[in-house]
């Protein structure tokens, strides 16, 4: 298994191998502290997103690694060589900025070479690579347009295509979806994620949008407030996230601060059973995770399954399924996603398997 | 890293222009306020004589005030001309404002002495001005008031400052966003009330920084007098110009030159605090 | 711009207006005018029109070596306010260094301050170095003088540049130099020839520093002084004409290229 990317184009999964370490890594500016003593490993060929709410760092540390910022402390290493003193000039690292920054002046052609003239490629060189970049972006019939001419979509294949052209080991993407509206962004989410497979190049991704960040990565690193929360696959953080911010952050969740004793939860009018030892614990419990009970209680687990009963107090038609937002007794709001099943007034009863009540950690923001 | 080194190299020879063509010429004749002339010779003794001589003596206290009534004429009137102007640009003159705009620079940038000249031609006894008003017997004999004399400097300094206290005005009015406008009407505001409460107020800084420039441009001007002021016209520059040529005493007029520019620094700090004040950010 | 159907015309304002702009324009009209009279400058009406003094004036030499003169003068002092304006402008727009400040007021100073100012400023100094007066003292006043236009209309452009460029440039391997080479410039092209033209015209008409820095040889605008003190003839109104006609030239090309590149750029 190759260590470089570049070398193997058909590495369809990541490798393994980290090919960027951020080792302890501070930035202040002034007397803000946007990222706090952050270490993070990026593996080779794969596709990381780094997500977070605006203030939370993300974008800061994305720059830090393209080199348009220095740490104020901390360090940062691509395969044996320390990044942070080289210039951005020098670094084997290209970005795809957030409005695409592409040169008004040039044409899409010499917009995509430019990388490769002033690095002095060989100009034998530059046109084939030019076309395979355009080829692989789908834009190759409008290498002679000027960038002001093309859709905001179209810009942002060719400021893909400028930073793919010159091969670099690590492509860094700032939030280069998020001024497309809502159809073409989904269409360039998969196109970007069919790409990244196709190219085996690494992908460092910065979003705010969750759902973008669990449809595309391999891995997501969950950043707030200038540290690392949680970081792992998509499944991995979704079905285990390991704090309530993560938990409500990536999804939707229902909290359930609950006492504990003698191996029993209980919050509100909820109780069920838990392995958890801490007396005050807080679970997720996801709206999915908990069922509509039929007479007929079809859930085959259902002698595992905690029963209770509540008041619908509103429900929300989302065309498969349905939101319902109930009321256990005193005031406790759950919010259950149910499939679609026709509107439901009164009381009903719901049941959830207690394995599904996530015990996770509460920090103070 | 080495960009900061290209930073600071680049900014060395502006500096280095700046400070021998600029900071050393104003520093000399700041110096040469205060030297003397003695027997055709400027001497380089340090006195406080200039300044005194200029405030004791009545003749150019008198060229002084004049000077800045005039002025204050030519900023008054131009801001009467110019407002207005710009207000129906901005506001009311729909698809024709690109061009109209443009007409209004045009003026600008011709030549002061174009401008000058004509109106030295427009306004003698033989002039244009006398020439219809006679022809259209309206008067019977030229009016002399209207040349050489401090009311011609107003003239042809009000016309030439109108389009340059007109640039901030726009600029200013434009920058209102239109929303607030129509947020006034739609709280019941007249447009006469709307003008005064919201327009008028969001303007003031380019009004204030037109203004500000036709005042001082026009205190410092020597060459509308020479033109078109006469005697009765001559402005302080006037003098400061005579004092450099045959009156032959630098340091005085050095010391006139320095205090022409204490004035208009003070006023330019003076409305610099205006025009923050009323900005409204 | 939905505000221009806000009320009711305005018939007042609108006359007041036409009436400004009657007396911002009818004196070089009336100039103009007059430039084709045969019977000289003034007197009412105008009779007798003829091209008479337009012949007198192309051949007058003296007025046609004062243009030379001028145009001399003024190239060399786009090219040095160009050049010291930019680099100002670079300098104001990205580094700190200390006395920023005094160095901005400083070099926006001669913009504001009367001309005479400057003027004698810079004779005293001719004076102290013990230079002679010539072409060239008028054109080494003319550049300080005119740095300010520079500066001011090249950082206004730099203001505009979008700096996500830049970094994209680098983050393309472009040096520091190539960046601004290949990038920065060409953003400022716009910028550069309308501050270019500005200075042309500024050079061309500058009476007030030039008049204390003058020498034996005339530019345009003191060679046609001069001859206002001997007497005025519509030759001066004819080749005032023809300058009225090239400023307005110049200035339309200014404006157009100004607002070219403030609306131009994006789609």
């Not at chain 2, 174009?114 to 022809?135: C, F, H, M």
């Not at chain 3, 270019?196 to 034996?216: C, H, K, P, Y």
Request: with cysteine; aromatic share 10%.
């Amino acid at each position: 298994m190759t260590q470089s990317a570049r070398n193997s184009p058909h590495v369809a999964t990541p490798s393994g191998v980290p090919l960027v370490e951020v080792r302890a890594v501070t930035k202040n500016f002034g007397s803000r502290e946007v990222l706090k003593s952050l270490s993070l490993p990026i593996t080779s060929g794969e596709f990381l997103t780094l997500l977070g709410e605006s203030g939370s760092g993300k974008t800061t540390l994305l720059r830090l690694i393209a080199g348009f910022e220095q740490p104020t402390s901390g360090e940062i290493w691509m395969a044996q060589i320390r990044l942070d003193p080289l210039p951005a000039h020098q670094r084997p690292v290209n970005t795809v900025f957030q409005h695409y920054a592409l040169f008004p002046h040039l044409s899409v052609r010499e917009n995509v070479a430019y990388g490769l003239r002033v690095k002095n490629t060989p100009t034998s060189e530059i046109p084939a690579r030019v076309d395979e970049a355009l080829g692989m972006v789908k834009m190759s019939e409008y290498a002679g347009t000027r960038p002001s001419k093309l859709s905001g979509g179209q810009q942002q294949r060719i400021a893909l295509a400028r930073a793919l052209v010159n091969r670099p080991q690590l492509l860094l993407l700032d939030e280069p979806l998020s001024a497309l509206d809502a159809n073409l962004r989904k269409q360039m989410q998969s196109e970007l994620k069919v790409l990244q497979r196709e190219v085996g190049i690494t992908f460092l991704f910065v979003t705010h949008d969750q759902e973008e960040a669990m449809a595309l990565s391999d891995r997501v690193a969950l950043l707030r407030n200038g540290t690392l929360e949680q970081i792992g696959s998509p499944r991995e953080i979704y079905l285990h996230p390991a704090t309530a911010y993560t938990a409500q952050f990536i999804g939707q969740t229902n909290l359930l601060r609950a006492k504990v004793a003698n191996g029993v939860a209980t919050c509100g009018a909820l109780r069920w059973p838990t392995r958890s030892a801490n007396p005050a614990t807080t679970f997720s419990l996801r709206p999915e995770a908990i069922e509509l009970s039929t007479n007929n209680s079809g859930n085959s687990d259902s002698h595992d399954a905690v029963s209770f009963t509540a008041t619908i107090h509103q429900q929300i038609y989302g065309g498969s399924s349905e939101l319902l937002e109930v009321d256990c007794g005193a005031n406790q709001l759950l919010r259950i996603r149910v499939p679609a099943c026709g509107p439901l007034t009164g009381q009903q009863n719901f049941s959830f398997n207690p394995a599904d009540a996530i015990p996770v950690r509460e920090d103070p923001s | 890293m080495y960009s900061r080194a290209y930073k600071s190299l680049a900014s060395i020879p502006p500096l280095l222009w700046v400070g021998i063509f600029l900071l050393l010429p104003y520093a000399l004749m700041f110096a040469h306020s205060f030297w003397q002339v003695r027997d055709g010779f400027i001497v380089h003794d340090w006195t406080l004589g200039n300044y005194q001589a200029l405030f004791r003596n009545p003749i150019y206290l008198q060229v002084l005030f004049r000077t800045m009534r005039i002025a204050g004429a030519v900023t008054l009137c131009s801001l009467l001309l110019g407002y207005p102007l710009a207000y129906y640009l901005s506001f009311r003159s729909g698809a024709r404002k690109e061009f109209l705009y443009q007409l209004v620079i045009v003026p600008l940038w011709v030549s002061y002495l174009v401008r000058g000249y004509a109106w030295k031609t427009i306004l003698g006894s033989e002039g244009v001005l006398n020439g219809a008003l006679q022809y259209l017997h309206i008067t019977h004999a030229p009016l002399a008031f209207l040349l050489y004399s401090p009311f011609a400097v107003v003239l042809m300094l009000t016309h030439i400052y109108t389009p340059f206290v007109f640039l901030p005005i726009y600029a200013a009015l434009e920058n209102i966003p239109r929303p607030l406008i129509e947020a006034s009407q739609d709280l019941g505001a007249s447009p006469r009330k709307t003008f005064l409460k919201v327009i008028l107020p969001l303007s003031l800084p380019g009004l204030v920084a037109g203004a500000t420039f036709a005042f001082v441009l026009s205190l410092g001007d020597f060459l509308a007098p020479l033109l078109v002021g006469g005697p009765s016209g001559t402005m302080i520059s006037n003098v400061v110009q005579s004092l450099f040529g045959a009156a032959y005493d630098w340091p005085l007029g050095a010391a006139i030159s320095v205090s022409i520019l204490a004035i208009t620094i003070a006023l330019l700090v003076f409305t610099e605090r205006l025009e923050r004040r009323w900005s409204f950010k | 711009m939905s505000a221009t159907r806000a009320t009711r015309r305005a018939p007042f304002l609108t006359l007041y207006a036409l009436a400004v702009f009657a007396f911002i324009y009818l004196p070089i009209v009336v100039l103009i005018l007059y430039s084709f009279n045969r019977d000289g400058v003034g007197g009412f009406p105008p009779r007798h029109l003829t091209f008479a003094w337009y012949r007198q004036l192309f051949a007058d030499s003296a007025i046609w070596t004062a243009v030379l003169n001028s145009l001399i003068v003024a190239v060399g002092s786009v090219v040095l306010s160009l050049t010291l304006g930019l680099l100002a402008a670079l300098a104001l727009d990205r580094a700190e260094f200390p006395g920023k400040t005094l160095f901005r007021r400083l070099v926006l100073l001669p913009l504001i301050l009367p001309g005479i100012i400057t003027g004698l400023s810079l004779l005293m100094f001719a004076v102290f170095a013990g230079a002679q007066l010539s072409l060239l003292t008028v054109f080494l006043g003319h550049g300080t003088a005119l740095i300010s236009v520079a500066t001011t209309e090249l950082f206004a452009g730099l203001q505009k540049l979008d700096r996500a460029q830049e970094e994209a440039s680098l983050d393309l391997g472009a040096t520091p130099l190539q960046t601004f080479w290949h990038i920065t410039l060409p953003n400022l092209k716009l910028s550069l020839v309308a501050a270019g033209l500005l200075i042309f015209t500024l050079s061309m008409d500058e009476i007030a520093v030039t008049f204390f820095l003058i020498g034996r040889d005339n530019t345009l605008p003191l060679e046609i002084w001069g001859r206002l003190r001997r007497g005025i003839t519509p030759e001066i109104n004819a080749i005032s004409t023809l300058i009225f006609l090239g400023s307005i030239a110049l200035i339309t090309i200014w404006y157009r290229l100004r607002t070219h590149a403030q609306r131009g750029r994006f789609s």
